[in-house]
Nanobody, 121 residues
């Protein structure tokens, strides 16, 4: 099953992008969804997650106050609104699905292909 992530691109510092993660059909509709990212030469790091109801969210400290994760239950799609982007946000962003939010934040789950986000200063 392919998790389809989209919305990456290149922006200047201070700009915004919105990533989408759309599992096919109703696949993973009862799963938590979220994002990890990996910058060149660095390990993958957790960014944000949201539970299957869209009630509970978690964020990495580095993105709190700038990124917002949300979920459209009807469309079975999760979004990551990224505002006030910084050059250090440059990375490949991966959508992840897992039965539990805790598993997702530990990096255990189904991973989609990444989408590149590049922020220039």
């Amino acid at each position: 099953v392919q998790l389809q992530a989209s919305g990456g691109g290149s922006v200047q510092a201070g700009g915004s992008l919105r990533l989408s993660c759309a599992p096919p059909g109703r696949t993973f509709s009862s799963y938590a969804l979220g994002w990890f990212r990996q910058a060149p030469g660095k390990e993958r790091e957790f960014v944000a997650s949201i539970d299957f109801r869209g009630d509970t969210t978690y964020y990495a400290d580095s993105v709190k106050g700038r990124f917002t994760i949300s979920r459209d239950i009807a469309k079975n799609t999760a979004y990551l609104q990224m505002n006030t982007l910084k050059p250090e946000d440059t990375a490949v962003y991966y959508c992840v699905a897992a039965p539990k939010g805790g598993s997702l934040r530990a990096g255990m789950g189904v991973w989609g292909k990444g989408t590149q986000v590049t922020v220039s200063s």
